[in-house]
Antibody, heavy 117, light 110 residues
Framework: EVQVVESGGGLVQPGGSLRLSCAASGFTFSSYWMSWVRQAPGKGLEWVANIKQDGSEKYYVDSVKGRFTISRDNAKNSLYLQMNSLRAEDTAVYYC??????????WGQGTLVTVSS | QSVLTQPPSVSAAPGQKVTISCSGSSSNIGNNYVSWYQQFPGTAPKLLIYENNKRPSGIPDRFSGSKSGTSATLGITGLQTGDEADYYCGTWDSSLSAGVFGGGTKLTVL
């Protein structure tokens, strides 16, 4: 079964850091672009970042550039999102998603990040 | 303010047809594939349509997608109460070098 499972969310103070992980299984992880998408409470979807199969290309939404870093370890079938200088507006459920033919065809259940003092 | 514009809500009766629009620009919809997602409260989004008008395996043909110029449309026929959900369009924006989503449309089946 094709599956991605996020972990690492939690409560963090403004200015703090958090690292999200996404464990992939059931498919050849190294063959796919991967993305992070977030959803603030009661709001819509917001694309955050994506990364090429070999990690050579990475793209970010403007609001996280310079603060968030997407990375992957193909040997461990894992995707990561390092989040620094967190702000209240970063509070959201963060989803890991597999990119396939310009769409996200496999999503995890999400992990909640709450930025609050 | 989302880069892609969707109506906040649409409604129709069971058995009827509804369409959800998604408006963008030449840097996104106009030159990139559009995908559509269905999301029920408290759950992850699910891919309904990719490459403008293709359905993944397991998605019923009641769901359809189309694109014309800088706009895209999701159509749902034979509406069922179980179709009540939020629907999002998404694509790549070549000017932003970023993925973009519409603000979402809440479908109510009256």
């Amino acid at each position: 079964e094709v599956q991605v499972v996020e972990s690492g969310g939690g409560l963090v103070q403004p200015g703090g850091s958090l690292r999200l992980s996404c464990a992939a299984s059931g498919f050849t992880f190294s063959s796919y672009w991967m993305s992070w998408v977030r959803q603030a409470p009661g709001k819509g979807l917001e694309w955050v970042a994506n990364i090429k199969q070999d990690g050579s290309e990475k793209y970010y939404v403007d609001s996280v550039k310079g603060r968030f870093t997407i990375s992957r370890d193909n040997a461990k079938n894992s995707l990561y999102l390092q989040m620094n200088s967190l702000r209240a507006e970063d509070t959201a459920v963060y989803y890991c998603a597999r990119d396939w033919v310009a769409a996200a065809d496999c999503w995890g259940q999400g992990t909640l990040v709450t930025v609050s003092s | 303010q989302s880069v892609l514009t969707q109506p906040p809500s649409v409604s129709a009766a069971p058995g009827q047809k509804v369409t959800i629009s998604c408006s963008g620009s030449s840097s996104n919809i106009g030159n990139n594939y559009v995908s559509w997602y269905q999301q029920f409260p408290g759950t992850a989004p699910k891919l309904l349509i990719y490459e403008n008008n293709k359905r993944p395996s397991g998605i019923p043909d009641r769901f359809s997608g189309s694109k014309s110029g800088t706009s895209a449309t999701l159509g749902i026929t034979g509406l069922q109460t179980g179709d009540e959900a939020d629907y999002y369009c998404g694509t790549w924006d070549s000017s932003l070098s970023a993925g973009v989503f519409g603000g979402g449309t809440k479908l109510t089946v009256l």
